[in-house]
């Protein structure tokens, strides 16, 4: 049986497919976050954060209007709120990843995944390495978009697929990764679903 994981979506989700429901201030907003410390944070959103599944997506994005250091602020906030739910987190980074792979390596616990991820094969492997998963989105399903599809082909560290905003539904997300992949659907899915199980669960098939 077929059983599709949308890691990351704004959309409603299909029946049938599984999900994780996250909350988190994106760095495009963060400005318009009221709260000046943690604990202001905590107070006003950790209910929220206690009743999701995944952390985010927040991030950092150096194309943003947003304060560079509101971001940081604010993601720092999410971090700490990561590691006290011990809870992974679904990341938005752009143009930002050394800084956020030292900040990986300040700041252990639960897995990271940076979901879109359109960058190349080396970047992927040096994120693994620093603790950070990637997520791949509708962005494969474009030929001219080479290095999301290359990465995607050489990847051999855990992932995760996606649609974000994207209209194309999962299972079209699913299919261009199989055949970028040379794989069946089936194979595809079986990957996919032990990554999900790592990642919230620790288990391994």
Known sequence: MIEYIDFHTHRPTAEGVI?????????????????????????????????????????????????????????????RMSMELRKPMVIHCVRAFNELMELRRQNRGDTWVVHGFTGSPQMAEQLFRSGIWVSFGAAILDERRSKARECLGDIRSPFMLETDDSTCGIEAVYNAAADIRKTTLAELCHTIKESYLALFWGIEN
């Open 19 to 79: 999900t994780p429901r996250s909350f988190g201030i994106h760095p495009w907003e963060c400005e318009n976050e009221e709260a000046q410390s943690y604990q202001e944070f905590k107070a006003k959103y950790h209910d929220n954060f206690a009743d999701t599944d995944i952390i985010g997506e927040c991030g950092l994005d150096k194309c943003s209007k947003a304060r560079w250091e509101r971001q940081q602020e604010v993601f720092d906030w999410h971090i």
